[in-house]
């Protein structure tokens, strides 16, 4: 028998079963905080998973509300053979409807700086995005719209590029205090600000 070409430590160790029918597309709430980049350390995965966020140490987030159908969330690999590397490119794609004076030093403050966020999905996942690096708005648009049904509000677009990707212990699901972030061990060390507009 031939030797092995090449020896990993990243050789592929578990296998997996095709999934029910039963989760949805879509996302439903971002949640915002300015950029920490301590945050890494401040979180502690699972024994028998790094990239599963048990706990994290005290921080604030501004919570963001989207319509269905509206937003969407995607981690594109990113692999080269020859250069040895491996990236994943997180982009948050936002809708948000209606124009409010307070929306325009509020995305020019996003425009400008740099955040993480916590992405919660249509099946209650919530995703941490620009985990060390941090987000950036790299496109938008404010827009009235032509016709009638059109959007009248803002599109943004928020791009990461991260060695890791990170998921938090599933949430129980909406209406649990804490939500989401009712699946941490120390969910009450996140403070969620909600949004006081647009009425």
Do not use: H, W
Request: aromatic share 10%.
């Amino acid at each position: 028998m031939a030797n092995k070409l090449y020896n990993f430590a990243c050789d592929i160790n578990a296998g997996r079963l095709v999934g029910c029918k039963d989760v949805i597309g879509g996302i439903k709430k971002v949640f915002l905080m300015p950029y920490d980049e301590t945050l890494v350390s401040k979180l502690t995965t699972s024994g028998s998973n790094d990239y599963l966020i048990e706990e994290i140490a005290s921080i604030t987030v501004y919570q963001f509300d989207l319509r269905t159908n509206t937003s969407s969330y995607t981690s594109n690999i990113t692999s080269d053979d020859a250069n040895g590397t491996t990236y994943f490119e997180q982009v948050l794609e936002l809708q948000l409807q209606k124009i409010a004076p307070l929306d325009f030093p509020t995305i020019t403050n996003l425009a400008q700086g740099r955040v993480q966020a916590f992405v919660t999905d249509a099946n209650d996942n919530t995703f941490l995005m620009g985990t060390i690096f941090g987000c950036t708005v790299t496109g938008g648009s404010m827009q009235t719209g032509t016709a009638k049904a059109d959007l009248s509000g803002f599109t943004i677009t928020l791009t990461a590029q991260e060695e890791f990707n990170y998921i938090l212990d599933k949430s129980a699901g909406q209406g649990t205090q804490y939500y989401p972030f009712d699946g941490l061990d120390n969910a009450d060390n996140v403070t969620v600000t909600t949004g006081s507009y647009p009425a």
